[in-house]
């Protein structure tokens, strides 16, 4: 087993001023190039913290850590520094990085109109001092990265540092693993294979009882790597194993199936949105939104390519707007409130008909915190799916907060739009 | 100086499956209450690396540990038992915790009626098996969090071990910090004052040097704690000092305002999307959206009580759509194609006359990865805003992929929806 660690730098994510992305990006990775993530790590810009934080995973044997951040122009940019002086090397001006930057930041200027070039220039070039023979990564955006392996006698990590921004960082992990003594590292990596189910209508609880019961049934789960999680609503099983333990991971696929088979919708990374946009394949959708506001149409238009299916949507937040845009009669708001069955139906239809598609699919909920009544608590949502004929309508009480039942909401069409189009309707009877 | 430390753990964070939300939380909720957040460690769900974590947070000579998640019902779930053995107590069953779980999970069953009441049971009676002598904290859900001091004659820090759900983990962090132990050592707690500067329309390395200048000319910035960040395309300074240095911070403010003054749109926690709330008081807004397929309009949805402004919008992400439900102009639409100063306009007005609002928005634009031309590149975004007489109306090319070009956008029509507020509209000449 190689094992890595994840540095994060940065106060302004260690206060929670911004959420790290890097973090769990760069883990994903490392599984799929054979590497084991053993730990992240995010500290502040205080050259101690970073330093502490290089030598704790040093501590623990860690073959390779990656940090992200600190590479910017600013005075608390300060990782390849103290990289530098974590693996015993001097810090030097690189000239041609030097020489490379103006052209870099031309980009910028045009962007800008009326930016001050000169400062930029100056703040800019300290990014071009790094550790003395440390393998330069080429900037995406404007700060190089750096792979920095121990220097002298010293043993230890091989590091890589890269910028935090992700669109910058991503590009330059893809690189850094092609390059140099980290290329060589993973040429010693064994091959990990993992796999996914994911389930949709089932407490965590209930899923830990079928995980004994598989295990009593005979299948050896200590071959396997198993994680569950609850994510959005849905639960994910996440199965890492060596390729040789594929039998073992079938039986355990097998048996899950016996016991969930209809609950799971995708064995593979493929998500919900991934599986509803294959379904809409040739056919189109419009959407009615109340409560959710937009979230499930913009949820719908992520993938590329998703204007394949997407005509557009109304969002029907004002009840005039349900009258005006979508047609919903006037009375039957009146008489059945904006959070009903009778609404969630004529805003489906309407939207259905309003803008021609072939599927229309409807939210109308109480996303709270205002708005609740013991009848209809905060949290109650009708959701609607019609081609015009059939229907699959349901209503639910969505647990959380105001932004939990926005996001569940979402996830619970794409659901219900799944099983309407495998053909689950209701019966026309009920 | 009350230092802390934060340890999610989770196979599922750690290998990037999910994203870790309460890291960020917890450290910002720290900083409210006068502790300092030295670090986030995020491992997986093997006892060692957890056990690891702990160990490498006392070595530091850390006051506090919280750590998030590990507290279900699974196999996988280890937290209270590793909390345990490090803090050297012993595990026993808490029976007056255990016979209240049976009520907690009675709304777990009404919430899923196919549910086998007796394997759940089961599951979460290994809930109840705490380190003997720690505090317990009442499930939010069906998890109990604890606070669990060093046993004997053990020394370090204590430990809040909180379950994973952000719902069940913020209201029972709540709970711990006005809780035996934990309330006790807050008490030491020195004051920390955070303030907020937010930023838009200037790259960083420009702040970056009129930071520079701000030292040069007499401002103490080692009074204070300054840290820069990009986000969603927004500046944001957040500085943290002492009380007694908050004439120093008033000094930095006055000099940035000089500098940067009309691109500051905070002062305050305040983001855009609460200044834009508070700027449309009175006021109803409607979007008509392509690219950002209901992002926007979703985004506007976000804060209790938006019903007071928003009335809704129209998602036209196919021209027929723009044409059927906005009144755009089919010819026009041809001659000047979806993503023109043209059609930007004639969504806007189109909006505000079919939903009758007050002020109408339009975003569309090239979100890629396909559809750029040399002439309209990937990232070409209108934006377009009026109240029917008077327009703010602007294009922009916005870096990055599919995701971010859409996310951005959301941000600068916001930006434009404040700026019309506050009274800048273009020459009507122009």
Chains 1, 2 share one sequence.
């Not at 349901?394 to 996001?407: E, K």
């Amino acid at each position: 087993m190689i094992r890595a660690g994840i540095l994060i730098t940065g106060t302004e994510v260690l206060t929670g001023i911004i959420t790290d992305r890097n973090g769990p990006w760069l883990s994903e990775q490392m599984r799929a190039v054979g590497l084991q993530p053993a730990q992240i790590t995010v500290v502040g810009d205080r050259p101690d913290d970073v330093l502490n934080g290089l030598k704790a995973m040093r501590e623990q044997n860690l073959d390779l850590i990656v940090t992200s951040g600190g590479l910017g122009p600013t005075a608390d940019d300060l990782t390849a520094e103290v990289v530098g002086e974590f693996q015993g090397r001097e810090m030097a001006l690189d000239v041609p990085l030097e020489g490379r930057i103006p052209a870099i930041l031309k980009g910028l200027s045009s962007r800008w109109p009326n930016l001050d070039m000169e400062s930029v220039l100056a703040a800019n070039r300290k990014q071009a001092v790094v550790p003395v023979g440390s393998t330069i990564l080429e900037p995406v955006g404007t700060a190089p990265g750096l792979i920095v392996s121990p220097g002298g006698e010293q043993k230890g990590p091989i590091v890589i540092v890269l910028p935090g921004p992700p669109r910058e960082l991503q590009p330059m992990w893809r690189t850094a693993i092609k390059t140099g003594a980290v290329a060589e590292l993973l040429s010693h990596a064994p091959t990990l294979d993992r796999e996914m189910i994911r389930m949709f209508g089932i407490p965590e609880s209930e899923l830990a009882a079928s995980l004994r019961k598989i295990e009593d049934d005979g299948v050896d789960l200590s071959r396997l790597e198993v994680t569950t999680c609850l994510r959005r609503g849905e639960i994910e099983i996440a199965t890492t194993f060596e390729s040789g333990d594929r039998r073992v991971y079938a039986s355990f696929l097998e048996a899950i199936e016996q016991i969930h088979g209809p609950l799971i919708f995708s064995r593979s990374e493929a998500t919900i949105d991934d599986v509803v946009s294959e379904l809409l394949e040739g056919k189109t959708i419009a959407t009615a939104e109340s409560c959710t506001g937009g979230l499930l149409s913009g949820r719908l238009a992520d993938k590329p390519g998703a204007s394949a299916y997407l005509l557009g949507g109304v969002v029907s937040y004002a009840n005039d707007v349900k009258t005006e845009a979508l047609g919903v009669d006037a009375d039957l708001l009146s008489e059945n409130g904006a959070v009903s069955e009778p609404v969630a139906r004529a805003m489906a239809s309407g939207v259905l008909s309003k803008l021609g598609s072939d599927l229309g699919v409807s939210v109308t909920g109480i996303a709270g915190p205002g708005g609740g009544t013991e009848e209809k608590p905060v949290g109650s949502v009708w959701f609607a799916v019609t081609d015009g004929s059939d229907w699959l309508v349901r209503d639910l009480v969505i647990p959380g907060g105001r932004a939990d039942v926005r996001d569940r909401s979402t996830t619970v069409a794409l659901h219900l739009i799944r099983r309407f189009l495998l053909g689950e309707h209701d019966d026309p009877a009920s």
